[in-house]
């Protein structure tokens, strides 16, 4: 066995540190909780991500060996309930099973540390592409940087458990295949190319626009640079025939036989033919279709979506709500992608030089494009821009020290420069001390819904507690983080934000109507396709079933003595305190006239943690008062009479007593002091009325309605009685 070369030896052991080091940093966050019981349930730490509980959910089925839909045709819906919307299918589900399984971890340390351990991988091909340029110091330098910069460590930390842990480490290795098979020209980076493609898409079906983005720069680069080469008309086929719209089985046999094919002599003279017909069969198979449907996500957004045909009802859609597909200010953009300000500016000049210099390097823009996409698409992107901007400064460094004129002085040249441009990204991590989703009180009162409720069951809560409500609970929701679309929404929103009764009917409502598309998407899938029906949402449907053409007169009608469908399973309410924050965004979803799409009035709701008792007054903060001696509230320079003022508070034995005083019948506020919270509540009648703060604030439920479950200061649950 032939010995490793000295740059082999050298370039294992670049690997082996940035490795070590990027688990290093993230193991800090697992050092500072330690032992700290609000995240730690049933002895182990919980993760502090919300769509990490969807891939668990997934996990946990495939790992249960229960068939618990045998007459199901695909072979993974076999492990889980009917239209659970449980991921068995999916790849990071399949992995984290597969993980599981194999090694000697429970379940909850596999799902918490693989991000630790997976997303450190990403050093791997900085360091060979370092390796390609001759440049190894440099992919040290840009792998440290890298492997811990704001937005990387932010998205791959321990807990957060999410497709991020590979989605840069996949078209990182994409790059590298790329990056070599163009420098050395053999045979096998055709294959390695194709393959990383096939798993890329494999593991984050969304890749199809970075692949797409990635074809096209490589065909610029060819035509601009090196025309005449064959060999990498042989690439971009390749690349082709794994971007293809068509199963991952298919996908690898075309890539296999396209190989075989294109290896061959005698098949030289067709290699522009074969790229032809990769071509054809790209489009064939989808083209830019998939891409034009994510950029309208998440570039141009729209306010209000509105349905193509029957009653066309407007609906507010969530992307306006979520921060991480808002626009983001320059300084945020600079530290997450570097650092710091000026670390980026100087990883930009870094990169632009570099590229100047080794041409080669020009194929990472697509990466540093969809980085910078942030700017318009919000803060999630920047981690894309990440590793190439490391390479631009680590690059500029090694270019400083090259010009030491001893080797001690460049060495330490490096040293001094890679600690500068790293020490933000530390003092970064040892502060952003984010916690688990949920805490260990709340998750107790999930278990304790899970040997309550049948899995057949629905739990009615907001869209961002419904992965984690369905891991724990084994239950099913109607909305989750990837099904919230305004028309989900809405129903949702209207449940929460309106009086009991209506909201009580709402819930039977859209449940049963959810489980009845289901029934009719199941029988019909032939019909469906053939036709292109449209499924229209489930308030749609309610309005068009009732007898009326307008939704609005629809929703009146819920305040009349209706006929509710035939119950078919039990509905529960998750209401938990935290959900208080951003009542007034849950409330934008229903909040609207469907049939005309203009928005209502905002309700009146402040939340005030931070007051001060003036003695006359109380100082609730934003210019707003409580006027002791009148009794009215003041907002600026306003005086609104003060309708009533409540005051909730915990014995000792955690049952809650409401003291009420009804100040002035035709007040418009009211305000709620909760005194175990340290917060007061200003509020309107319509919010006061609303279903959320009867409940889960002032727990005042109707008895004919609905049936307490679980009452604690975090957490209310409810069962619905109709």
Known sequence: MSKLSKETKTTLLYILVAFSFSVLMRLIWVYQFYGYEPFIFHGQFMINTNDGYFWAEGARDLLSGTTTNPDAKDFFDRFHQLHDLSPVATAAAELTAFFAYILPFSFESVIFYMPVFLSSLV????????????????????????????????????????TDMLNIVLPMFLLWSIIWAIRTKQDIYLLLTALDILVYRWWYPQSYALETSFFGLILFYTLLFDRENKYNYKLLAMMLFAMMGLPEYVRLVIVFIAYVTLKK???????????????????VTGGFTPIWVKLKGYVFKDVISVGEEGLKLHFFTVMQTIREAGHIPFETFANRISGSPITFVISLTGYAYLSYRHKIMLLALPLVGLGFLASVGGLRFTIYAVPILAFGIAFLITELASLMPTSKLKVLSMLVFTLAILYPNYKHIVAYKVPTVFSANEVKTLDTLKHIATREDYVIGWWDYGYPIRYYADVKTLADGGKHSGSVNFPLSYILTKPQDVAAKMARLDVEQTEKIFAFVDANKKLIEDKNLTIFSTIEQMTTEYGFKDTNDFLLSLQTDIKLPKKTRDIYFYLPFKMINILPTVDLFSNINLMSGKQGAKPFFFVSRNFKDMGDKINFGRGLYLDKKTGNVIIGHQHVPLKRFVKT????????????????????LNIIYMSNYNTFLILDDAMYNSLYIQLMVLEKADSKLFEAVELNPNVKIYKLKI
Do not use: C
């Open 265 to 283: 002599e005698s098949m030289q003279q067709y290699v522009y033919h074969v790229l032809a017909l990769g071509l054809l069969m790209y489009f």
């Open 649 to 668: 508070a915990y014995d000792k034995h955690m049952k809650l007593h409401v003291d009420e005083k009804l100040l002035n019948i035709t007040g418009n």
């Open 123 to 162: 050093v791997v091909p900085i360091i060979l592409i370092a390796k390609s340029l001759k440049n190894l110091e440099m992919g040290l330098i840009a792998a440290l940087l890298a492997s811990i910069a704001w937005s990387y460590y932010n998205r791959t930390m321990a807990g957060y458990f999410d």
